[in-house]
């Protein structure tokens, strides 16, 4: 084989979400790019965004199309259980996990309500984050360990939810190269 036949289609990389609890306050802000190979093909994408009646907020990371397909899915599994997103966040991942079409779809998700932050994978994973003393933080896509590492040293700080989001989101857009400043927040 030569090395054009050899070479793998060029990828979509995107994103970096963080969710950050902290004085009774839950934010989610995710960047506005939205990357394939070494080309930035969308520098404003919303990828944060309130469902259900409002009061759900979530984020995602991974492929675009997969992650409105998995916003649709919670939703519709939000208007099955009002008001339990954990149970409907695992009935989802149930869905995920099982469905032969769901499981081909690249993409994680954080999402709150005012009790609880989850994130969700393919795998079937629904995990609450790390509770610390002042907080708890999360984080996913391809700058989410910068952000997360940047959210935890800022958690005991005297600054709120909201303001650490977003700087962790800067530090991450000064890190990868996936990530930019266009950031995206929504909080409950």
Known sequence: MTQEQNAKPASWHATTIVLVKKNGKTVIAGDGQVSLGQTIVKASAKKVRRLGKGDVIAGFAGATADAF???????????????????????????????????????????????????????????????????????????????????????????????IARRSMEIAADICVYTNRNIVLESI
């Open 69 to 163: 397909t998995l916003f649709e899915r919670l939703e519709s599994k939000l208007e099955q259980y009002p008001g339990q997103l954990t149970r409907a966040c695992v009935e989802l991942a149930k869905d995920w996990r099982m469905d032969r079409y769901l499981r081909r779809l690249e993409a994680m998700m954080l999402v709150a309500d005012r009790e609880v932050g989850l994130t969700l994978t393919g795998a079937g994973d629904v995990l609450e984050p790390e509770a610390y003393e002042h907080g708890a933080v999360a984080a996913i896509g391809s700058g989410g360990n910068f952000a997360l590492a940047a959210a935890r040293a800022l958690l005991d700080q005297p600054i709120e939810a909201e303001a």
